[in-house]
């Protein structure tokens, strides 16, 4: 008589959703793991550690400079991903699947390390964000929790869709072809606004169109009527598009900041304070929903343009952004706006915190996309699980190695081998740029703007507003981070 098969305790890892079930900027040239080299008794043994333990044993699914050289300089040895003897593994998401997977498990060794979480597919697939975000405003509502405080129902709804204070975090999205009916109910009663659909298991922009008629949405009408979620592959996500995008130079950029985590249980994440804009290479127009180049972000599709300057690869350090804004807006600006970034990247990790599965010999650096409109609101646009490590620029890549290196020294313990049973709790000195991502408190979710001074603009700070927003617009680089010609007001001393 035949048993039963237990239930498997990776039970979200959500195979079946169809497509890829990742959202990767670095897509790896590299052979993918699909099936033992001697079979299910290699798979059980393979992760037996070398016979002559010498270092730290390192493999990687990519050849870039700002990971390879981070390993060289710390004296680790490469080996390869197959013979499982590595001690530290930076993994594509495939292989990181293919290693938890249900169909072929096996147990990691105490001294083994991997840089992705088993089912971090519920934080970067679309589909899976937006209904965990759901759940978790929900659940603080039933809770009573002051973070889910609402706005009187008289409110007007905004691009977010909700009446929430500190938990509109996103945009209106609908799930197609699911939620197809609900998006046109929403559609009719503002037939002039703007959406954006973008596939739920791609990435580098691939697969992302504007649309303001329902007639271009024909196909997700036929697919809501004959509509079955065990094999339909071509979920997409329809949000509203956010049409006052906060501008320097005439023109739309996002920002790519990136998250360390630790553990989901208890949750220990890090912010990278450096960063960087990324910037469209034509001036903004809202009513040419056609032309990526003034709408989509990604550098995939932007250096396709002939307006790509390979210099500064359109991108901004995020230091000179926070300069900028404290000299046009008013001074304390850049520090209500990182307030307002820091909440909303905590809230989408508890959002995702309960389903997660949470594996001691894991950590994961996400990369965030975040637009901010015109009132310095920032919208959380999607979540990478493999952010690129390729550089486009040298600040660029000076950039990535920084990341990288305070990335080894969080997740390794100093001066020992990787050990699953370490708290990970590191010392503030090895932190360096990283900034713990606290709970958020329900008092003061956020900070308020400040209110800007009264009184006429002198010439000078004209000036210099004027310089950094033509860096952008004009085929000079922008100013390098440490090397911005703009500079904080100084105080006025009364006397």
């Given at each position: 008589m035949s048993t039963r098969r237990q239930a498997s305790p990776l039970r979200n890892l959500r195979q079946k959703c169809g497509g890829s079930c990742t959202s990767d900027d670095d897509l790896p040239e590299v052979k993918i793991i699909t099936q033992p080299l001697n079979g299910l008794h290699y798979i059980r043994n393979r992760l037996r550690p070398p016979k002559s333990q010498k270092g730290i044993y390192y493999s990687t699914d990519w050849d870039k400079s700002a990971l390879v050289s981070n390993f060289q300089k710390r004296g680790w040895l490469q080996v390869p991903s197959f013979n499982g003897e590595w001690n530290f593994y930076w993994a594509c998401t495939q292989n990181c699947r293919y290693i938890f997977g249900i169909d072929h498990p096996y147990r990691m060794r105490s001294d083994?390390?991997?840089?992705?979480?088993?089912?971090?597919?519920?934080?970067?697939?679309?589909?899976?964000?937006?209904?965990?975000?759901?759940?978790?405003?929900?659940?603080?509502?039933?809770?009573?929790?002051?973070?889910?405080?609402?706005?009187?129902?008289?409110?007007?709804?905004?691009?977010?869709?909700?009446?929430?204070?500190?938990?509109?975090?996103?945009?209106?999205?609908?799930?197609?072809?699911?939620?197809?009916?609900?998006?046109?109910?929403?559609?009719?009663?503002n037939p002039a606004s703007t959406w954006i659909v973008k596939p739920c298991s791609k990435s580098q922009g691939v697969g992302i169109y504007l649309v303001n008629k329902l007639s271009k949405l024909k196909k997700f009408a036929y697919d809501a009527r004959t509509f079955y979620p065990q094999i339909n592959r071509d979920t997409c996500v329809i949000s509203k598009y956010i049409d006052n995008p906060l501008l320097i130079g005439g023109k739309k950029f996002d920002l790519r900041l990136f998250v360390l985590v630790t553990t989901f249980n208890p949750l220990k994440a890090y912010l990278y304070k450096e960063g960087f804009c990324r910037f469209c290479t034509e001036k903004y127009d809202e009513t040419e929903i056609d032309n990526v180049f003034m709408h989509l972000t990604n550098v995939s599709i932007q250096k396709t343009n002939e307006e790509y300057n390979a210099i500064h690869g359109g991108k901004w350090p995020l230091q000179n952004l926070?300069?900028?804004?404290?000299?046009?807006?008013?001074?304390?600006?850049?520090?209500?706006?990182?307030?307002?970034?820091?909440?909303?990247?905590?809230?989408?990790?508890?959002?995702?915190?309960?389903?997660?599965?949470?594996?001691?010999?894991?950590?994961?650096?996400?990369?965030?996309?975040?637009?901010?409109?015109?009132?310095?609101?920032?919208?959380?646009?999607?979540?990478?699980?493999?952010?690129?490590?390729?550089?486009?620029?040298?600040?660029?890549?000076?950039?990535?190695?920084?990341?990288?290196?305070?990335?080894?020294?969080?997740?390794?313990?100093?001066?020992?081998?990787?050990?699953?049973?370490?708290?990970?709790?590191?010392?503030?000195?090895?932190?360096?740029?990283?900034?713990?991502?606290?709970p958020i408190s329900p008092s003061k979710p956020q900070t308020e703007a400040p209110v800007r001074r009264k009184g006429r603009v002198s010439k000078k700070k004209k000036s210099k507003c004027a310089a950094a927003s033509s860096a952008v617009s004009s085929s000079t680089p922008p100013p390098a981070e440490g090397e911005s010609k703009i500079r904080k007001p100084n105080k006025v001393v009364k006397r």
């Open positions: 083994q390390v991997i840089n992705h979480f088993p089912n971090s597919v519920e934080l970067s697939r679309k589909d899976l964000l937006i209904k965990n975000i759901k759940r978790y405003r929900k659940d603080l509502e039933r809770r009573g929790d002051p973070l889910a405080q609402s706005h009187p129902p008289d409110t007007k709804l905004g691009i977010g869709g909700t009446r929430y204070k500190h938990l509109d975090i996103i945009p209106m999205t609908f799930v197609l072809p699911s939620d197809y009916q609900m998006f046109v109910e929403v559609f009719h009663r926070w300069l900028y804004l404290d000299s046009l807006r008013g001074e304390g600006v850049s520090e209500m706006l990182w307030s307002r970034i820091t909440a909303t990247i905590r809230h989408s990790l508890d959002a995702v915190a309960p389903v997660m599965a949470n594996d001691r010999h894991c950590f994961e650096v996400y990369g965030y996309d975040i637009i901010i409109d015109n009132n310095l609101k920032p919208w959380l646009i999607e979540i990478n699980t493999s952010p690129s490590m390729h550089s486009t620029t040298t600040n660029d890549r000076m950039l990535k190695s920084r990341l990288i290196d305070n990335v080894l020294d969080v997740v390794v313990p100093p001066n020992s081998m990787p050990d699953e049973h370490w708290d990970k709790t590191p010392s503030p000195e090895l932190l360096k740029n990283f900034t713990v991502l606290m």
